[in-house]
């Protein structure tokens, strides 16, 4: 079982941003163990990932600058210290999130994507996601296709 996957999009009747668990049987695929794709519609399981920036804003600390500034140079520096507290302060990251692609073919026969979002990112979650796709794509029957590398071949003197 794979919990918790916050549900993007594909699966009818659980909506977006709704956490759900996967669970993974001999014959078949369970959504929260009430929606089932059996794997003979099932034609591959991705796990993906994204870098996003995040840019917060937050107001800078007026006191707290002020305080550091009167400790450092005196009730002058505490003024100024202050002042320099006006404001917003933009902090940026980057935030990797991870997704769980189940390709699969709904019951009137078309092609379905399914996405999840990993909630966690720790490693023995993401080792866990990705042993649960591997083993879906095995029984599927779906094999990854690397890209190959191109050989150039330039004549060389010997």
């Keep these: 079982m794979l919990s918790p996957l916050q549900h993007i999009v594909g699966i009818p009747n659980v909506k977006e941003g709704e956490e759900v668990s996967i669970n993974v049987y001999d014959d078949k695929i369970t959504i929260n163990d009430i929606q089932t794709i059996p794997f003979n519609r099932v034609v591959k399981t991705l796990i993906t990932e994204d870098s996003k920036l995040e840019i917060i804003e937050k107001q800078k600390s007026v006191i707290k600058r002020a305080v550091v500034g009167g400790l450092i140079l005196g009730p002058a520096a ?71 590398e191109e050989v150039i071949k330039v004549p060389y003197e010997i």
């Design 78 to 148: 505490a003024i100024v210290g202050g002042l320099s507290g006006l404001g917003t302060e933009r902090i940026e990251s980057r935030k990797t999130v991870y997704f769980l692609t189940l390709n699969y073919v709904n019951k009137q026969g078309e092609n379905t994507q399914a996405i999840f979002t990993l909630i966690n990112d720790d490693f023995e979650y993401l080792n866990k996601a990705d042993m649960l796709a591997e083993r879906v794509n095995k029984v599927t029957g779906y094999k990854e296709e690397k890209e190959k």
